[in-house]
């Protein structure tokens, strides 16, 4: 489940990545949250490549997800470091912590998880955490030098003086978590991204984003019809 201040930015944003550093089975585990539309995620548990990036970008931390879902192009998706617990994630992954990834479709629901075992030390990377700056970002003003850099890792893919690249992807074994919705007319609905029957799992998304209004059009008829009777 997200914490309150990541669901409510996932709710807002498309696409994004965050990092955390949550309880798990053995203690706090640096933790990878993945938003993305549902076909990047098919890509993502199929095992297309993928490359988890970190710069510097006017003194703070910028780390993107590469995915390569066409060929050498593919999809980025970035954040910068604002809070203690995303550094706190990141510096367990630079001190070789195993990465924890969490898949949310365009629901900001949880529907996949697997373990992503990473290199050893990354002393550069402890380098910059321990350099960058905290404290909420303004993504338009930062989006102009963020850009650049941005585009570089688009075209490069192997470490350079600017980015610290690491290989992520190629894994087909996560695990799949099922959610189950259960309508205003007590009807059932699942998501579940490894369904083969991708335009029943279409319908199912609108049926969890258009629910809620449904009831209230009934509910609003129901007062009209109410008045009309008196």
């Known amino acids: 489940m997200l914490s309150s201040h990541n669901r409510s930015e996932f709710l807002a944003v498309p696409q994004l990545i965050r990092f955390d550093y949550a309880r798990g089975h053995n203690g706090f585990e640096p933790t990878l949250l993945i938003k993305a539309s549902t076909v990047l995620l098919k890509y993502i548990v199929l095992g297309a490549r993928m490359q988890l990036a970190f710069t510097v970008c006017d003194g703070r931390l910028l780390y ?35 990465l924890v990834t969490f898949l949310f479709n365009e629901l900001a629901m949880n529907v996949a998880w697997n373990h992503m075992p990473m290199p050893d030390t990354l002393d550069r990377l402890l380098t910059w955490a321990d350099s960058t700056a905290l404290g909420r970002i303004d993504h338009s003003a930062i989006k102009v030098t963020a850009s650049p850099l941005l585009n570089c ?17 190629g894994r087909s074994d996560w695990k799949a978590v099922h959610n189950h919705f259960i309508t205003a007319g ?26 809620n209004l449904q009831a209230a059009i009934t509910a609003h008829k129901f007062r009209r019809a109410g008045e009309r009777g008196n």
Do not use: P, Y
């Open 153 to 169: 890792l688009h075209h490069h893919v192997e470490d350079d003086d600017e980015w610290l690249v690491l290989e992520v992807g």
């Open 64 to 98: 993107a997800l590469k995915l390569h879902d066409d060929g050498d192009n593919g999809s980025i998706l970035w954040s910068v470091l604002e809070r203690e617990e995303e550094l706190n994630g990141i510096r367990g992954l630079a001190r070789s912590e195993s």
């Open 186 to 211: 007590t009807s059932s609905s699942l998501i579940d991204l490894f369904d083969g029957d991708e335009g029943d799992q279409q319908e199912q998304l609108g049926v969890w984003l258009t629910d």
